[in-house]
T-cell receptor, first 114, second 112 residues
Framework: KNQVEQSPQSLIILEGKNCTLQ??????????LRWYKQDTGRGPVSLTI?????NTKSNGRYTATLDADTKQSSLHITASQLSDSASYIC?????????????FGGGTRVLVKP | NAGVTQTPKFQVLKTGQSMTLQCAQD?????MYWYRQDPGMGLRLIYY???????DKGEVPNGYNVSRLNKREFSLRLESAAPSQTSVYFC???????????FGDGTRLSIL
């Protein structure tokens, strides 16, 4: 069964510190991988999109990496701010004959404390 | 631009009642989607509309129906609500079926 597993489920970090979130997937065949940020009470917002050939992509203080061989991705948050408190969702897109399929991870909830 | 607008934001229903959740987008997107999000679980696709005039089942379609009213609007209907349908429902749209999605802020639905 195609799955997307995220770890940790939650973490608390101090403002200004860095953190790294993990995403492991078994989805096949792979098309691309996306990271979304979801603030409490809001819908997810796209942070990065990575295709098979991309290893690293940045969006401000967010840097995503992808290892398509090991089927792992990470999202690194640099110099965290209070506004980074949110859930971060990894989504893997696979290409099927009937159309693309999106598989969502359960998310990592990040709390940044002053 | 408003992006993706969902109404209502909150709703409480009794078991067996019917309800339609509304979604509209102003980005001229071709594809629209309905998801549900339950605690500790990833978003699960209920139905999608790859283009105006078409709708298809997603991962968890049972108990739901959809209507792509026009290019802008995509509604989700619960014909006979059940407590298992208590969830947060998100509508999303994208320029094409394989493009990044833009999400609304959700409808929080409780069924007693």
């Amino acid at each position: 069964k195609n799955q997307v597993e995220q770890s940790p489920q939650s973490l608390i970090i101090l403002e200004g510190k860095n953190c790294t979130l993990q995403c492991n997937y078994t989805v096949s065949p792979f098309s691309n991988l996306r990271w979304y940020k979801q603030d409490t009470g809001r819908g997810p917002v796209s942070l990065t999109i990575m295709t098979f050939s991309e290893n690293t992509k940045s969006n401000g203080r967010y840097t995503a990496t992808l290892d398509a061989d090991t089927k792992q991705s990470s999202l690194h948050i640099t110099a965290s701010q209070l506004s980074d408190s949110a859930s971060y969702i990894c989504v893997v897109i696979s290409i099927k004959a009937a159309g693309n399929k999106l598989t969502f991870g359960g998310g990592t909830r990040v709390l940044v404390k002053p | 631009n408003a992006g993706v607008t969902q109404t209502p934001k909150f709703q409480v229903l009794k078991t067996g009642q019917s309800m339609t959740l509304q979604c509209a987008q102003d980005m001229n997107h071709n594809s629209m989607y309905w998801y549900r999000q339950d605690p500790g679980m990833g978003l699960r696709l209920i139905y999608y509309s790859a283009s105006e005039g078409t709708t298809d089942k997603g991962e968890v379609p049972n108990g739901y129906n959809v209507s792509r009213l026009n290019k802008r609007e995509f509604s989700l209907r619960l014909e006979s609500a059940a407590p298992s349908q208590t969830s947060v429902y998100f509508c999303a749209s994208s320029r094409a079926y394989n493009q990044p999605q833009h999400f609304g802020d959700g409808t929080r639905l409780s069924i007693l």
